[in-house]
């Protein structure tokens, strides 16, 4: 029915941005560690490096807070919103 097909909407929104928001922590998280290798003793280069990483640490930190959340509503209204279903 209608809440079936709305629920796998929300689910495939759901894990898409949750998809997009890993790999963006896992290329932020590159960046910074080429930054680091890259900097070659520049203190600001290396705080710049530094700073990318640790706020990609918090995107992760808040995108698993986000994915706990997700789970808690999911078992409050009981749906599985983090399962992965093509129609």
Same mark, same amino acid.
């Given at each position: !029915? !209608?809440?079936?097909? /709305?629920? +796998? $909407?929300?689910?495939? +929104? /759901? /894990?898409? @941005? ?8 896992? =290329?932020? =998280?590159?960046?910074?560690?080429? %930054?680091? +290798?890259?900097?070659? !003793?520049?203190? %600001? ?11 990609? &640490? =918090?995107? @992760? =930190? $808040? ?5 706990? &959340? +997700?789970?808690? &509503? !999911? @078992? ?7 399962? $992965?279903?093509? @129609?």
């Amino acid at each position: !029915g !209608g809440l079936d097909y /709305l629920e +796998i $909407v929300l689910r495939n +929104i /759901l /894990l898409g @941005f949750l998809f997009f928001g890993v790999s963006f922590v896992v =290329i932020y =998280i590159s960046w910074g560690g080429l %930054q680091w +290798i890259l900097a070659g !003793g520049d203190k %600001q280069k290396l705080n710049a490096a530094k700073s990318r990483i640790t706020w990609a &640490i =918090i995107g @992760f =930190i $808040v995108l698993m807070a986000s994915y706990a &959340i +997700i789970g808690a &509503i !999911g @078992f409050l209204f009981r749906v599985n919103l983090l399962r $992965v279903a093509i @129609f």
